[in-house]
T-cell receptor, first 113, second 113 residues
Framework: EAGVAQSPRYKIIEKRQSVAFWCNPISGHATLYWYQQILGQGPKLLIQ????????DSQLPKDRFSAERLKGVDSTLKIQPAKLEDSAVYLC???????????FGNGTRLTVT | GNSVTQMEGPVTLSEEAFLTINCTYT??????LFWYVQYPGEGLQLLLK?????DKGSNKGFEATYRKETTSFHLEKGSVQVSDSAVYFC????????????FGTGTRLTVIP
């Protein structure tokens, strides 16, 4: 089966600019997650969707981050405006159901200068 | 709250050496425990898991036993190979499956011939 697809692979922007990341989960997977992995740290959950509804966004900095999952399939994560501390790898993961194992994409590495 | 503490890296071993990567956790309730591996240039992959006390997860020669009394889930392998070079993450989830994961900081393993 095809894995979780993410794009772009790399992105470099200046602070205060905006950026968007895209994720296409494994076909049929109802649950989608966005994680932020800062260099030297483990991934941290930003937001979790079940189909097109938000299950958990308690760790999402809502003043600058937003995410949507239209039609319960693809998802986009946006940062506006970006800060230097947003430099990280943004990982998308999906799972078949709420309590199924997660499958991760290769991530998008964001550098904010 | 939930947290995972992992052995600091990096770890460098010669081929066929014995590997131990320590992991301890703090959690409310009865978490599931996981080891994920990230090979160079690839996404996170589930290596093994254990869902209750005294369970042993195993895969590709790696093993880890869920020790409730010591709140630990140490990763071991009897004879490492060059191909095992990767970053290893210990993680926990409060759900039976792999719901919201709390990750450790990761341990980079390099195996030299």
């Amino acid at each position: 089966e095809a894995g979780v697809a993410q794009s772009p692979r790399y992105k470099i922007i200046e602070k205060r600019q905006s950026v968007a990341f895209w994720c296409n989960p494994i076909s049929g997977h109802a649950t989608l997650y966005w994680y932020q992995q800062i260099l030297g740290q483990g991934p941290k959950l930003l937001i979790q969707f079940q189909n097109n509804g938000v299950v958990d966004d308690s760790q999402l900095p809502k003043d600058r981050f937003s995410a949507e999952r239209l039609k319960g399939v693809d998802s986009t994560l946006k940062i506006q405006p970006a800060k230097l501390e947003d430099s990280a790898v943004y990982l998308c993961a999906s799972s078949l159901e709420y309590n199924s194992p997660l499958h991760f994409g290769n991530g998008t590495r964001l550098t904010v200068t | 709250g939930n947290s995972v503490t992992q052995m600091e890296g990096p770890v460098t071993l010669s081929e066929e050496a014995f590997l131990t990567i320590n992991c301890t956790y703090t959690a409310t309730g009865y978490p599931s425990l996981f080891w994920y591996v990230q090979y160079p240039g690839e996404g996170l992959q589930l290596l093994l898991k254990a869902t209750k006390a005294d369970d042993k997860g195993s895969n590709k020669g790696f093993e880890a036993t869920y020790r409730k009394e010591t709140t630990s889930f140490h990763l071991e392998k009897g004879s490492v190979q060059v191909s095992d070079s990767a970053v290893y993450f210990c993680a926990l989830s409060e759900a039976t499956g792999a719901n919201n994961l709390f990750f450790g900081t990761g341990t980079r393993l390099t195996v030299i011939p």
